[in-house]
Nanobody, 126 residues
Framework: QVQLVESGGGLVQAGGSLRLSCAAP????????MGWFRQAPGKEREFVAG???????TYADSVKGRFTISRDNAKNTVYLEMNSLKPEDTAAYSC????????????????????WGQGTQVTVSS
């Protein structure tokens, strides 16, 4: 049973920073693209950032320049460093794993991801 476990969410003031972590101990981690998605109340789930099997990142325009995704294959962990947070970043953040034969491709569609974490809440106050 594959489980993804997120941590690091919380309450922060606008302009602050948080670092999310997602551990995937049961995964052959290097075979997976890892992604972060978020969902705010009343809104659809949206792609935030993804990282390819060879650590090439891609970001949603709304977070580009503020968020950084990284991965540590030795620890089976993906991270999301979030800086200059805004109230509109408030959402439940989930990590996801997409088994991929490509070492560079990154899907931004949640339908392509095979495993999901339970989510961690990020709340940014104004």
């Amino acid at each position: 049973q594959v489980q993804l476990v997120e941590s690091g969410g919380g309450l922060v003031q606008a302009g602050g920073s948080l670092r999310l972590s997602c551990a995937a101990p049961g995964l052959t981690f290097s075979n997976y693209v890892m992604g972060w998605f978020r969902q705010a109340p009343g809104k659809e789930r949206e792609f935030v950032a993804g990282i390819s099997r060879v650590s090439m990142p891609t970001y949603a325009d709304s977070v580009k320049g503020r968020f950084t995704i990284s991965r540590d294959n030795a620890k089976n962990t993906v991270y999301l460093e979030m800086n200059s947070l805004k109230p509109e970043d408030t959402a439940a953040y989930s990590c996801a794993a997409d088994h991929s034969y490509s070492v560079v491709a990154i899907s931004t569609s949640p339908r392509d991801y095979d495993y999901w974490g339970q989510g961690t809440q990020v709340t940014v106050s104004s």
